[in-house]
């Protein structure tokens, strides 16, 4: 008989694998390639077309993100295509496998129950569902996190008694660490946390044995020279004034308050476009937490794995806040990592509970809690805001302005052949405008001031601009007021402010009429 309750629990355990996945894959792949490319996604399809040479030469001198991704995706499109769903595939495929290894770690700390429903939370949570669906690195940054933790804990479990297992586990979380700044610069700090996580580990269980201790300093130390050239490229970046995360030292403490709310609460706001819902859905999703909290706190036989988890989260927290204060870096999609631990704590909460009936209350309500962003996931914001733009080209008199160079590329992938004149002003990520406005050959480069000064060239009349932003900045704007430009309309099509600016009045030359 027990041999039968084995085998039927196997099979049950089987069984709730596949489903998880299931989900997970139909939330990942379902309509994938309907939505348009937004415009970092345009930027992904931009840098992949490039030639490798270009990938790994000037392209990491201006662009604030690794080579490595856009030289992967460079090979896979040049089999699969440039179509959205062959751009966006490889993040869907990435996420689908973080599900599986966040429920393999899950499994390993607190039992088959928990597995399961820390998979059902991930798989189910808007932030990495999002993640999963853009053609950006960020879903694979999440997979070798997972990744890394599932090393990092059975390093600490096996390197006091087998040597040779360790030395090749230290190896490979090392290598493991490696790939995280090779998807994103941030990626260092994701390294850096997963190590922590095994040292975590260790305290929480009181087994902090030197030659344990002395394997993760090997496995760092591989990691850092592994890492060697993404430091260097990272460090060159932040010492560019003018890099293209410059506009965010705009409204810092902003962003870090979404940032952490986005993955502490488990509850992605800036996706939900209505108000009063946003502000329903952030309240939600920090009772959730609290209550979450509630039920570690009672929890007993598992407390080592819970420490080891909250100090892994609390050691990312610090160390993102720690790299904020030198240059800016922090993102909400940059601690999306941050879901693997999260997703497996709630899943541990959910499975502590006896009752079949309460477990499933309480994941219905954290899915009822997503439901609103889930629904965004498949119609954000910022999607099908190629066409509205495109439009805004098309539409009404005047010089278009525009702020994003990629914003240019939208018009020129979806625009159907427009030929409104574009100007891009230089106040942002300088190195990286003037390379895009070289690859795309349309646009036209000019200095805020010396498009201010347009108003009275050689006839003494100026069009009106019309100043598409997706990317708000003083420069511009104080350039205009100085010239003399009134601001006579202002507008907001998407996620696009629209500024219409009318010239100021010129002096005529004498004998002449307007």
Do not use: K
Not at 35 to 58: K, N, Q
Not at 87 to 92: E, F, H, I, Q, T
Not at 171 to 187: D, I, N
Not at 405 to 434: K, N, W
């Amino acid at each position: 008989m027990s041999q039968v309750a084995a085998a039927a629990r196997d099979l049950g355990a089987a069984a709730g694998w596949a489903a998880v996945l299931l989900l997970a894959a139909s939330l990942r792949l379902a309509m994938l390639g309907d939505a348009e490319l937004w415009y970092d996604e345009v930027a992904t399809a931009l840098f992949a077309a490039l030639p490798l040479h270009d990938i790994f030469g000037w392209l990491t001198r201006v662009e604030t993100n690794p080579p490595v991704y856009f030289a992967a995706l460079h090979l896979w499109v040049n089999v699969a295509g440039e179509a959205e769903v062959a751009l966006r595939l490889p993040s869907a495929l990435a996420g689908i496998a973080a599900v599986a290894a966040t429920m393999l770690l899950a499994t390993r700390c607190f039992g088959p129950r928990a597995g399961i429903w820390a998979g059902l939370v991930i798989a189910v949570a808007a932030w990495h569902v999002m993640q999963s669906r853009d053609a950006r690195a960020y879903a694979f940054l999440v997979l070798f996190f997972a990744l890394a933790l599932l090393a990092a804990r059975r390093l600490a479990e096996v390197a006091p008694r087998q040597r040779i297992r360790a030395a090749w586990l230290a190896v490979l979380l090392g290598c493991l660490g490696a790939t995280m700044p090779a998807m994103h610069h941030t990626g260092l700090i994701a390294a850096a946390t997963a190590h922590a996580y095994g040292l975590w580990h260790m305290a929480a269980r009181r087994e902090a044995h030197v030659p344990t201790i002395a394997w993760f300093g090997a496995a760092g130390l591989v990691c850092v020279l592994l890492s060697m050239p993404m430091l260097v490229i990272a460090v060159d970046l932040a010492a560019d004034p003018s890099n293209a995360t410059s506009w965010m030292h705009e409204q810092r403490w902003v962003r870090i308050g979404h940032s952490l709310q986005a993955h502490l609460t488990a509850a992605p706001i800036m996706l939900v476009r209505d108000g009063l819902l946003r502000a329903v859905v952030a309240a939600a999703g920090g009772a959730f937490t609290l209550f979450i909290l509630a039920r570690l706190v009672r929890a007993h036989g598992s407390r080592t794995e819970i420490l080891a988890f909250a100090g892994t989260v609390a050691t990312a927290v610090l160390l993102f806040l720690a790299a904020e204060a030198i240059t800016p870096v922090m993102l909400d999609r940059t601690l999306s990592f941050l879901m693997v631990p999260v997703a497996i704590l709630i899943g541990a909460a959910i499975a502590e509970d006896t009752s079949a009936r309460s477990r499933a209350g309480v994941f219905v309500a954290f899915s009822a809690i997503q439901a609103p962003m889930l629904l965004a996931c498949f119609d954000p914001p910022w999607h099908r805001q190629a066409s509205r733009l495109a439009a805004l080209v098309a539409a009404g008199p005047g010089t278009i302005v525009m702020t994003n160079i990629f914003d240019v590329a939208s018009v020129e992938r979806y625009g159907r052949g427009t030929t409104a004149d574009m100007l891009v002003p230089t106040a942002v990520g300088i190195g990286l405008q003037h390379r895009m406005v070289e690859v795309l050959g349309r646009p036209r480069i000019i200095d805020a001031e010396a498009l201010a000064r347009r108003a009275c060239g050689a006839d003494r009349v100026a069009p009106p601009l019309r100043i598409v932003e997706s990317l708000r900045g003083p420069g511009l704007r104080d350039a205009l007021d100085r010239a003399g430009w009134t601001l006579v309309a202002a507008d907001t099509a998407g996620v696009y402010g629209v500024d219409i600016w009318e010239p100021p009045e010129c002096e005529l030359p004498a004998g002449s009429t307007r």
